[in-house]
């Protein structure tokens, strides 16, 4: 394998095109959005190769056969009983056999707006159709771009820890950590992490080292709107915040998944509101909404102004409008709100988008990577917004 072979996954759907190599056993495959997938790679197979990847394995289940029945004969020494061989032979062997790729080292690819130290717990279902009976996996997420050393533990009872894990994630990757079951739930509520990050061979600015606790709510395991859509897996995944842009605000965290009914509060107050643009195609055909120009709603909140996507917020009526229609209509909002605040360098702007289908923060996020590439977004607050918010700030 070499950087810009296509491959396919083999225990999951998908694949993409290699732009790296992390050591000799992991190949970084960056699929159609762009994002870098660490993988092992046994479980990547070159696309169109498939039948030679068998034809490999099978090779090499026979040669550990010879191995075990004390049958194994040297390479000089299969030649020599196939009409021999000559050291030029020999040569052109070893040759063909070396593939300098499975020596090279990627360089860490750092994003921007990835020097805030961000940091998470993870819990994947192995199957999230039959939740029931499903066993789950937990990961350590590493979303900076900093290496991060960390010491994960749980509470055995009284005052006394036990480490689950301690290891270190590099920049802008996840580390598997154990597959567990519901029984095994109950001793993994009281959980504590401590961790530190760093650069390799290049300044950084110092971060902290954290300890947080985190009480884990073994009743949300049971529901399926607990785990949700994310950046870091390809299934739904209950994501705890260990650390988000450098800060922890609490000691303790404990997740409030479900989006506040009102995002007002009492410090909360609404700032002007601006009126999207809609494609005349929509003028034409939606006389309702046209009727009375539908204005956008920013409410502004410790210092952010958040802008709710949902169609029922932007729109008097959708009848009559199709998936695609509805689709346009709410990321001409967004654009128009980037559009506004484009002036005011360093404005964090919330768009709620929720978790539906996806396609609606698919989209967000493809115009984030493509058309507004200078400015930084990420997940907003978990606890403030749910899982489906994604945060714009505005810069230079």
């Known amino acids: 394998m070499k950087i810009g072979d296509k491959v396919r996954f083999l225990s999951e759907v998908g694949g993409g095109k290699i732009s790296g190599f992390q050591g000799k056993n992991i190949v970084l495959v960056e699929d ?17 190769n498939e039948d030679m990847t068998t034809a490999k394995i099978k090779k090499l289940e026979q040669q550990q056969k010879e191995v075990e029945e004390g049958e194994v004969k040297s390479i000089k020494a299969r030649l020599a009983d196939h009409g021999g061989s000559t050291d030029a032979d020999w040569d052109a062997l070893e040759e063909i056999d070396y593939d300098p790729s499975d020596n090279f080292v990627a360089p860490v690819k750092e994003r921007e707006g990835g020097d805030k130290l961000a940091a998470y717990l993870a819990f994947v279902p192995n199957s999230i159709r039959e939740l029931a009976n499903t066993k789950f ?36 990757t996840k580390l598997y950590i154990e597959e567990f079951a519901y029984t095994d739930l109950n001793n993994l509520q009281d959980a504590a992490i401590q961790l530190f990050g760093y650069k390799l061979d ?13 009480r884990i709510d073994a009743t949300k395991f049971y529901k399926l709107n607990t785990f949700r859509e994310n950046d870091f897996f390809e299934s739904p995944a209950l994501l705890y915040p260990i650390t988000e842009k450098d800060k922890v605000e609490q000691e303790e965290i404990e997740v409030k998944l479900d989006l506040p009914k009102k995002l007002q509060t009492s410090k909360t107050k609404e700032v002007k509101e601006t009126t999207a643009p809609a494609r005349k195609s929509l003028e034409h055909r939606y006389e309702d909404n046209q009727s009375k120009s539908h204005r956008t709603k920013q409410i502004l909140r410790n210092d952010k102004i958040i802008v709710d996507l949902h169609a029922d917020e932007l729109l008097e ?7 695609g229609d509805i689709l346009e209509y709410q990321m001409n909002v967004f654009r128009s709100t980037l559009e506004q605040y484009k002036a005011k360098v360093g404005q964090k702007i919330i768009f709620i988008h929720g978790k539906g289908e996806g396609t609606l923060r698919r989209s967000l996020l493809r115009e984030l990577n493509y058309r507004y590439k ?20 505005i810069t230079n």
């Open 32 to 48: 159609e959005d762009g994002f870098e997938i660490p993988t092992p790679i046994s479980e990547v197979v070159l696309v169109g």
């Open 137 to 172: 996996s937990s990961y350590m997420v590493n979303d900076s771009n900093f290496y991060i050393h960390y010491i994960y533990m749980v509470k055995e009872g009284g005052d006394k820890w036990s480490c689950k894990s301690v290891g270190e994630i590099e920049p802008n």
């Open 202 to 214: 290049k300044p950084f600015e110092l971060k902290p080292a954290l300890d947080v606790k985190i």
């Open 317 to 323: 009526t959708t009848a009559g409008m199709s998936a």
């Open 374 to 393: 200078k400015y930084q977004y990420q997940d907003a607050s978990f606890q403030e917004y749910g899982y489906g918010a994604t945060q714009v700030t």
